[in-house]
């Protein structure tokens, strides 16, 4: 006598996996993770939007619906969804000339920006692609990730000092700041000398206090060497190519 055929059940897309089993005991915990995440990434979004020259208040879109998206479709309790530094400085730096920072056209396109990286990430995901982020070394990471810091870091010297510049370009940002040094705002400039100072100190005496976040596995002192060489370079490249 032949057995019935039993047919496969359909597969259902499991919503939330990150947030399963939930229980009482993982509740409290979570909540208390997603406060101390809150308190961090709101202030650093809206530091991100503005080096992106975006509208502050797209800074809080892209914390919260990217944050929603993940909970509902990911599978990782330990990936942390949010803005970037290096992406932003990259989205600022080819759409300025397009158009004028936080305007409707800029706004634009940079969600055109969006949307075609969202596509790009798409079809990496369905030809699996992934595999290609093995071809970067560390050096090359680490040089990238410090021209951006460079460039990054003279971009908000003019708030430190509260010399609001409409200078383009690293060297002009530089020499127009020089120019204008001294009529920085006091109590601007003690304010930023005190964050400084309270990074550098945690760091330096108390690294278990976090004066900045960073990732734990440090880098090798000769690969970071290089790494920075590389994006010293980088920087002046760039902003050679860009004042040419």
């Known amino acids: 006598m032949s057995q019935p055929i039993e047919t496969p059940a359909p597969r259902r897309a499991r919503l939330f ?4 089993p939930l229980t009482a005991a993982r509740a409290g915990r979570d909540v208390l993770a997603g406060l101390t995440l809150a308190a961090m990434n709101v202030p650093q979004a809206l530091g991100y939007t503005k080096i992106a020259g975006m509208p502050l208040v797209t800074g809080l879109y892209t914390l919260l619906l990217p944050l929603v998206a993940f909970a509902a479709l ?4 330990y990936l942390v969804v949010a803005a970037d530094s290096a992406t932003a400085a990259i989205l600022a ?11 409707p056209r800029y706004v634009q396109l940079a ?13 990496a995901r369905l030809f699996r692609l992934g595999f290609l982020a093995d071809f970067l070394s560390q050096t090359v990471l680490v040089g990238f990730l410090t021209g951006v810091g460079v460039q990054v870091g003279i971009a908000v010297l003019d708030e430190m000092l509260g010399l609001p510049s409409d200078a383009h370009g690293t060297l002009r940002e530089i020499a127009d700041l020089v120019a204008r040094l001294p009529q920085a705002h006091p109590a601007t400039v003690a304010l930023s000398a005190a ?6 100190l945690c760091r330096g005496f108390a690294p278990r206090i976090p004066g900045t976040l960073r990732h734990p596995s440090q880098p090798s002192s000769k690969s970071s060497l ?11 490249y760039g902003t050679g190519s860009a004042l040419g």
């Open 74 to 77: 990911g599978s990782s309790r």
């Open 93 to 103: 730096g080819g759409l300025a000339p397009m158009a004028e920072l936080a305007s």
């Open 111 to 123: 969600g055109l920006v969006a949307l075609l990286t969202a596509a790009y990430l798409l079809l």
């Open 195 to 200: 964050v400084v100072a309270v990074v550098l």
């Open 17 to 20: 996996q990150s947030l399963r």
């Open 226 to 236: 290089k790494g920075v060489m590389m994006g010293l370079i980088s920087t002046v």
